[in-house]
């Protein structure tokens, strides 16, 4: 089976067994199946409960928690479709790939305002209610969805003024690199990405310390608030992942040069499937209130399987 693989220099054509290429794609499916159920029961409980859905808290989580199932599906489907297709039409191409970046550029931005959220509970805690209201964080979405479309705005219109009409009715591989190959697109991806995480790297730091500084104040035993951002600071650094993929492949193939097939794939995974395989047990699992609402699913599941199972 035909499978290229990027380097610095051009795009190499490589043959991967039938065996192998399903093999990978076979467990690339089957993380996704299980992650995207996780995550879809974690979203049904937020439904289900009223308790859940007008909390501003879990509101943000589950925002997170969908942002993570369209850019896993569509991870996975570009992988899936690298095998059968290898290229495809450049229109749908472009369609994918901008939900992607709107996706990967999101996830910071959730992260920063679930921090802030953290520091308010803590720092301001009889104004906490007052603050986070159901309405502000509707207002917030809004923010974040405008600060993410705003930077791909100047990728569409370069494309859409420099390319021919001819070239969204062709195919092509379908990576930021075919479709957006222009160096100052590059540039500018470069220089907002750095913007975004600098930004919300700050407001984790400043949340961080502030959170410290008020314990201390108080006397009190803010340890759950601290450890509750040191695990946005390491969901944000696995986010990151996706700006660093260029790095963890070339590294890899310097440590492995006689296996770039295999160094792609692992990169892949990396990148795409474990951020979101680690995130819903970060969040979901380990929060008190939501996890007892999982278990009142998980406990009610059980006992109609079995009803279900007794009747037949």
């Known amino acids: ?68 199932i369209i850019q896993l599906m569509i991870a996975v489907m570009l992988h899936v479709f690298s095998y059968v297709f290898y290229a495809i039409n450049v229109s749908f191409c472009c369609l994918l790939l901008m939900i992607v970046i709107f996706c990967t550029q999101s996830t910071p931005l959730y992260l920063a305002s679930m921090a802030i959220e953290c520091y308010i509970a803590v720092c301001y805690p009889l104004r906490h209610t007052q603050i986070c209201t159901v309405r502000r964080t509707h207002i917030l979405f809004a923010l974040i969805y405008t600060l993410v479309a705003l930077p791909a705005l100047p990728d569409i219109i370069v494309i859409l003024a420099i390319e021919p009409l001819n070239f969204f009715h062709s195919t092509a591989l379908c990576l930021r690199e ?103 047990f970060i969040y979901g699992v380990r929060d008190q209130t939501f996890r007892k609402y999982l278990k009142k699913y998980f406990c009610n599941t059980t006992v109609h399987n079995r009803n279900v199972s007794m009747s037949i």
């Open 1 to 68: 089976m035909n499978f290229s693989v990027d380097t610095n220099t051009s795009i190499v054509l490589l043959k991967e067994s039938f065996k192998t290429a399903l093999t990978k794609n076979i467990i690339v499916v089957a993380l996704s199946i299980i992650i995207s159920y996780i995550n879809g029961v974690m979203v049904h409980t937020f439904l289900r409960h009223e308790i859940l859905n007008e909390d501003p808290r879990y509101m943000l989580f589950i925002h997170m928690v969908l942002n993570d």
């Open 178 to 280: 075919t479709v957006l190959r222009y160096p100052i697109l590059q540039q500018k991806k470069d220089i907002t990405n750095t913007m975004y995480l600098v930004f919300v790297w700050f407001i984790l730091i400043f949340s961080y310390l502030r959170i410290l500084i008020a314990a201390k104040a108080a006397k009190s035993d803010s340890q759950k608030a601290r450890n509750t951002i040191i695990l946005h600071a390491v969901q944000l650094l696995m986010s990151m992942l996706t700006y660093l993929e260029p790095v963890i492949y070339n590294l890899l193939l310097y440590m492995f040069p006689k296996y770039i097939l295999e160094v792609r794939f692992t990169t892949y995974l990396i990148v795409q499937i474990l951020p979101r395989f680690l995130s819903p």
